[in-house]
């Protein structure tokens, strides 16, 4: 029987020699069953001495059939009848799990966790992000009259200031009058500065959630350091199927959630 084969042949290559395409099936469904769920390599992938594949043996025959049945890529589920694949274990109808698809469902369970642990932080604290947002522009009309009382009693003790230095160099130096108008619009000036900056901190502190522009964004995508709300956060992992989560502002891959 395994006269004239080249040395390294395997059972495949004799069945494809043989143009016998029930004994490379009859090879192919024992592999499955006892051997594939054990990382063996697929029979099909051997060679011979003469660098040919039971599959390139099937070509030469004009076994078209066969052929289909020795190409590695096709998957060996396929070609098997009903009664055998519901016989064949998990694995081998499926194939084990690629290294992405692990990784993915690691880092997918790792950004619930720390979803979750943000969100029953959240609940825990105090003041709630339902009754900051209701409690938000109350909080921010006191602290623009905060700001506005604090606004003028600086600019009152600026000008005071500067009316005295004023007062001072002119008699001292005998100042022309427009040293005196030049010095007065420096401090008002610097008083303008002021309240931009007081503004601009008030308006950052206020800013929503960048996706639903409703929520207050509890939940800082890392290494960007984008924010988002929780409720948004939690529908792109349920939403995304990619291996790695993306920003939805940088495209960037999230690693990470934080506070």
Request: charged residues 20%; aromatic residues 2%.
């Amino acid at each position: 029987m395994w006269e004239g084969l080249p040395r390294g042949s395997s059972p495949l290559h004799l069945a494809a020699r043989k143009n016998d395409n029930a004994l490379a099936l009859q090879l192919l469904r024992a592999y499955a069953k006892q051997w594939q769920h054990r990382g063996h390599p697929d029979p099909r992938l051997l060679e011979d001495r003469t660098h040919c594949l039971p599959y390139q043996l099937a070509l030469r025959h004009n076994n078209a059939a066969l052929a289909e049945c020795l190409d590695p890529t096709t998957p060996l589920a396929s070609l098997f009848g009903d009664a055998a694949t519901q016989q064949l274990p998990a694995s081998v109808l499926l194939g084990p799990a690629s290294l992405a698809q692990l990784a993915r469902a690691a880092l997918h369970r790792k950004l619930e966790s720390e979803l979750k642990s943000l969100q029953d932080q959240a609940e825990a604290a105090p003041v709630s992000l339902s009754q900051k947002a209701v409690l938000q522009p109350v909080m921010m009309i006191v602290a623009e009259g905060e700001a506005a009382d604090a606004a003028v009693s600086d600019a009152s003790a600026v000008l005071c200031c500067a009316t005295s230095e004023v007062l001072c160099c002119a008699s001292s130096k005998m100042l022309t009058g427009a040293d005196v108008t030049t010095a007065a619009c420096k401090s008002e000036d610097a008083t303008a500065a002021g309240d931009d900056a007081q503004d601009e901190e008030t308006d950052d502190d206020g800013e929503p959630c960048g996706v639903c522009l409703d929520a207050a964004p509890a939940v800082c995508l890392q290494p960007c350091k984008h924010r988002i709300c929780a409720d948004c956060c939690a529908t792109m992992l349920a939403a995304q199927s990619r291996c790695v989560l993306v920003c939805p502002f940088c495209r960037g891959g999230v690693g990470a959630l934080g506070p």
